[in-house]
């Protein structure tokens, strides 16, 4: 088994390769304006740094977000397009539960990267595996009691002190948390999502009002 995982729905660009066992190298680089400049050349940096070839890789692991929507299908379909071009299964998972992997917590505690618009991406964990509520966006004012008294992990989390008064490490997801937790997930049968995008909203961009319709003459 090679998996090549990767990740932009937050301000990092990262990949991972898996060996099935452990992670064999990985890669990331926060620049939220730059995913689609950095992703593939960091495949291809990461490849030569493992002594792999591309065509060793067996599958594909993608982080679905939540995330802002340009960052998010950055990776998506630079994941698409590798598993076809490979003919490799492509596995979603959720970017807040690589994050929640990642803090390696064995007690209720909160993951909450940014959204942006003054947002969060929030999910309560009771440990670092297991996952109790549907990833949300919300303003940190209004899920204060609901994450009142427990740690929280990820770049909203220090952004919003307030509300998230005990915060840790992790603050942007790893490809290389991603691809343990998916050779995890499949060591034990586990048939893990399709890689669909978690959007929560709506795209910024937006169709402008009251333009001006050109018909031929």
């Known amino acids: 088994m090679l ?5 932009t729905a ?3 660009v990262t990949v991972a390769l898996h060996d099935g066992t452990s992670v064999v190298a990985s890669s990331s680089q926060v620049d939220a304006r730059r995913h689609g400049e950095l992703l593939l050349p960091a495949v291809d ?3 030569a740094e493992a002594g792999l ?10 982080g679905v977000g939540p995330g802002p929507y340009t960052g998010l299908r950055v990776g998506l379909m630079t994941a698409d397009t590798l598993g076809l071009a490979l003919g490799v299964p492509v596995y979603g998972l959720c970017t807040l539960d690589g994050l929640a992997y ?13 959204a942006r618009r003054k947002e969060v991406y929030w999910a309560r964990y009771s440990d670092s595996r297991t996952r109790d509520t549907e990833p949300a966006v919300d303003r940190p004012a209004e899920i204060a009691e609901a994450v009142a008294g ?5 770049a909203g989390a220090r952004l919003y002190p307030d ?18 937790l998916a050779a995890e997930k499949l060591a034990r049968g586990e048939e893990l999502p399709a890689p669909r995008p978690m959007y929560l909203r709506r795209p910024d ?3 402008p009002k009251n333009y001006k319709v050109v018909t031929p003459k």
């Open 205 to 207: 961009a937006q169709v």
């Open 10 to 12: 937050t301000s990092a």
């Open 102 to 114: 990642a803090a390696d917590i064995g007690t209720p505690f909160v993951v909450a990267t940014d």
């Open 53 to 62: 070839r591309l065509d060793a890789v067996t599958g594909i692991v993608v």
């Open 163 to 180: 509300t998230f008064p005990d915060a840790h490490e992790p603050e942007n997801v790893s490809a290389a948390a991603l691809a343990s």
């Open 3 to 7: 998996l090549l995982a990767l990740d």
């Open 150 to 154: 427990l740690p929280a992990v990820g």
């Open 45 to 47: 940096r990461l490849l």
